[in-house]
């Protein structure tokens, strides 16, 4: 309790800090150089800071922020600019940008693609699109598969921890694995079994995917249930159907799967029927303990060429030195990217400018600081967060403070626009000691702090903190619990219809949520302590970054 004196005293500093406007409310709705050219920014975390940052992000001057061309540099000339304004320094050994290459794969004539499933009970033919949808992970131009054996391998877990092993004593080599989605406490709603319906890294398809790899596949499809995992088939359909984007292979040593792709459910039920087997059936048995691989008797046959194109975007990267441990770091993070779904407005204000936003709002309030921290900080716009997290991913692999010097991420992602809430939810709850940082930031505010409002949906697995949390460093992702991580934003218009900027909208509960974060860091940035996973977490610190 003795952090909470400081803590509500940063608090009140943050609240005190008056907006000085000289610009009149229509000079900045005005066009697009006025946007660009405001100026009048508070060192405090206030709403028409919050809102002039959220206006710019999403307006049409910034073309989308699609990473590559025109719309990344406008974006990230911004960015630089607010940083630069504010006398940060840049984050990466004198530059603001960290070049991050990616490889994009395309399938050619899609349409045109079939999956062919030869069984002892007959032969399927599944089409892209409707039925299933299929790519390369290994970046090859042509790809094929002539009778590749099918193995059921349930949910494609190997979990030491739970004694769980779907590929035990199976030799997958030139063999493609069928898999289901979600994991095994997924299906039986044990809270004790795989945390029960509260979605695991176990069930997430980047996993499934890798470990098919590592197990040595040759493919590897998923079957899709819309409950189990937490997106329609048109969400998989659209992203398969197009660009798919991935690092380069010789960014990261493991193996990967030739071919890759989903099935929907019936399209897997045709598949084990040619085998003559039942699906459903062995979908039970899969979450049973005990479980092993099943070997259908049937083969799949597939060919398909890829246009395959290599391109850089960047991380902006602006860092605040330490006064005394200069050489240790807290990360903010929030992604700069958008991706416009086909027919859809290309602002992207909820997913991410508000995050972005509140990135901005925060380095503000540290860089007027006073006294300045003891522990630097970093503050990380990444990029290409919507295309698998790989702003965030390459940063882990080429970090600019080492990661055993690297005291906690603390990411924004999708802030709230429909006003204040009493809670606020921590996304990953129960993972790290950040919990006990934020309830204690939130006792300021007269806030409480409660778990995930969605579990099951895995939300922790779609943000950048998943990366460092996967190489060891303790993450908080959380914002207030108003509503649930999906529903859409009030004020008359959700983000499927019209995705700017809202005046109408309520930002004075993204703010709390700013503060609150804000004071987690703060408070972070001037202890000699590094906070720790707790027991039983997904994720923990490998020896190189323990005794710290």
């Not at 159907?241 to 991935?246: I, L």
């Not at 960047?314 to 330490?322: Q, S, Y």
């Not at 390459?394 to 600019?400: D, F, K, N, R, T």
């Not at 809430?421 to 709850?429: K, Q």
């Amino acid at each position: 309790m003795r952090y909470l004196w400081p803590l509500a005293a940063l608090s009140l500093l943050l609240c005190a800090c008056h907006h000085h406007q000289t610009n009149s409310s229509n000079e900045r709705d005005g066009d697009a150089s006025a946007l660009l050219d405001y100026n009048d920014f508070s060192p405090g975390i206030v709403v028409d800071d919050l809102a002039q940052h959220m206006k710019v992000l999403s307006s049409d001057a910034l073309l989308g922020r699609t990473p590559g061309g025109e719309a990344e540099r406008r974006t990230t000339q911004y960015l630089i600019k607010q940083f630069t304004r504010m006398g940060l320094a840049p984050g990466n050994n004198g530059s603001w940008l960290q070049a991050v290459p990616y490889v994009a794969a395309t399938v050619q004539h899609a349409a045109q693609v079939r999956l062919d499933v030869a069984g002892k009970e007959g032969a399927a033919s599944l089409a892209f699109g409707p039925e299933m949808v299929v790519g390369t992970l290994d970046e090859q131009t042509h790809t094929a598969l002539h009778d590749s054996p099918l193995v059921f391998v349930g949910y494609g877990v190997e979990a030491p921890a739970e004694q769980w092993h779907d590929y035990a004593g199976t030799d997958l080599k030139g063999k493609t694995v069928i898999i289901l989605v979600n994991d095994p406490g997924w299906a039986t709603q044990d809270p004790n079994f795989f945390k029960g319906r509260e979605y695991t890294y176990f069930g997430r398809w980047t996993y499934k995917f890798e470990e098919a790899a590592h197990q040595g596949a040759s493919a590897a499809l998923i079957v899709h249930d819309t409950e189990a995992a937490g997106y329609p088939w048109r969400t998989v359909e659209r992203t398969w159907s197009g660009e798919r984007m991935d690092l380069p292979k010789q960014e990261e040593a493991s193996r990967r799967l030739p071919v890759a792709g989903w099935l929907t459910t019936e399209a897997a039920r045709k598949l084990f029927a040619s085998a003559g087997v039942d699906f459903d059936t062995l979908k039970r048995q899969a979450a049973q303990r005990g479980f092993t691989a099943v070997p259908l008797q049937a083969t799949l046959s597939v060919a398909f060429d890829s246009d395959i194109r290599r391109g850089e975007s960047h991380n902006v990267v602006a860092r605040l030195d330490g006064k005394t441990h200069a050489d240790e770091a807290i990360v903010y993070s929030a992604h700069w990217d958008h991706l416009t779904p086909p027919a859809s407005p290309p602002h992207g204000t909820v997913d991410n400018a508000t995050g972005v936003a509140g990135l901005l709002e925060i380095a503000e309030a540290f860089a007027h600081r006073a006294p300045k921290p003891h522990r630097s900080v970093l503050f990380i716009a990444t990029t290409l967060d919507e295309s698998g997290l790989l702003g965030s991913r390459y940063y882990v692999a080429h970090p600019l403070v080492p990661l055993a010097k690297t005291v906690a991420d603390i990411n924004l992602d999708m802030l709230p626009v429909d006003g204040p809430a009493s809670a606020l939810s921590v996304i990953g709850f129960g993972q790290s000691q950040l919990d006990e940082y934020l309830a204690d930031a939130a006792k300021v505010q007269r806030r409480t702090v409660m778990p995930d409002l969605a579990p099951e949906k895995g939300y922790f697995f779609r943000s950048d903190q998943l990366s460092f949390a996967r190489a060891g460093v303790p993450v908080l992702y959380a914002r207030s619990a108003a509503a649930r991580p999906d529903a859409v934003p009030s004020g008359g218009d959700t983000p499927a219809l019209d995705d700017s900027f809202n005046p109408r909208w309520n930002l004075s509960g993204a703010v709390e949520d700013v503060r609150a974060l804000f004071m987690v860091g703060s408070r972070l940035s001037v202890e000699d302590s590094y906070p720790q996973w707790k027991p039983g977490s997904d994720f923990h610190r490998p020896d190189s970054m323990k005794g710290l």
